[in-house]
T-cell receptor
Framework: KQEVTQIPAALSVPEGENLVLNCSFTDSAIYNLQWFRQDPGKGLTSLLLIQSSQREQTSGRLNASLDKSSGRSTLYIAASQPGDSATYLCAVIPDMRFGAGTRLTVKP | EAQVTQNPRYLITVTGKKLTVTCSQNMNHEYMSWYRQDPGLGLRQIYYSMNVEVTDKGDVPEGYKVSRKEKRNFPLILESPSPNQTSLYFC???????????????FGQGTRLTVV
């Protein structure tokens, strides 16, 4: 069964830093990879979807890359802001298997 | 509007009283899945379904049942709820196969269940 791992589990940075969140998966036969954001006690907000034919996807200050052959995806957040504080989750599609998430805190 | 709808959003029940959490999607998705989320444990898959009448166990299926009689609905059934099933539950759907290179996963709003 597909296993998804996210590193680091938690990250605390000062405002303005650029940062990278990592996601790895064991089975490269995926269709897509999707990144989500979750605020405490809330639902999941989709951030970026990278289709298997793509290598990266961008939305504002977010950039996600996908390397199927190595089983890795990274989420790059530029110029982090306190409002970015949340848990970030990656999921492989269509299995919809999730990593445990990275809890990000951006300090003012 | 494309969406996954879960009901109820909040539920408090007593131990042993059977309950059903409904999940419905309007996107003709083949793939549906249920998760529970507990503090520090991330999203754990309970059951998933790859199509009508096809269901399979996820990581934590004990104490739960599901059915997939129609493509749009995927209810989660707790036959005899216990306090350790107190959790936040999410339903999700996506495409699995077809000419399209898969679509994004859509999530329901979540159901917060408390079993006392």
């Amino acid at each position: 069964k597909q296993e998804v791992t996210q590193i680091p589990a938690a990250l605390s940075v000062p405002e303005g830093e650029n940062l990278v969140l990592n996601c790895s998966f064991t089975d490269s036969a995926i269709y897509n990879l999707q990144w989500f954001r979750q605020d405490p006690g809330k639902g999941l907000t989709s951030l970026l979807l990278i289709q298997s034919s793509q290598r990266e996807q961008t939305s504002g200050r977010l950039n996600a890359s996908l390397d199927k052959s190595s089983g890795r995806s990274t989420l790059y957040i530029a110029a982090s802001q306190p409002g970015d504080s949340a848990t970030y989750l990656c999921a492989v599609i269509p299995d919809m298997r999730f990593g445990a998430g990275t809890r990000l805190t951006v300090k003012p | 509007e494309a969406q996954v709808t879960q009901n109820p959003r909040y539920l408090i029940t007593v131990t042993g009283k059977k309950l059903t959490v409904t999940c419905s999607q309007n996107m003709n998705h083949e793939y549906m899945s249920w998760y529970r989320q507990d503090p520090g444990l991330g999203l754990r898959q309970i059951y998933y379904s790859m199509n009508v009448e096809v269901t399979d166990k996820g990581d934590v299926p004990e104490g739960y049942k599901v059915s997939r009689k129609e493509k749009r609905n995927f209810p989660l059934i707790l036959e005899s709820p216990s306090p350790n099933q107190t959790s936040l539950y999410f339903c999700a759907s996506s495409y699995r196969t077809g000419g399209i290179l898969g679509t994004e996963a859509f999530f329901g709003q979540g159901t917060r269940l408390t079993v006392v």
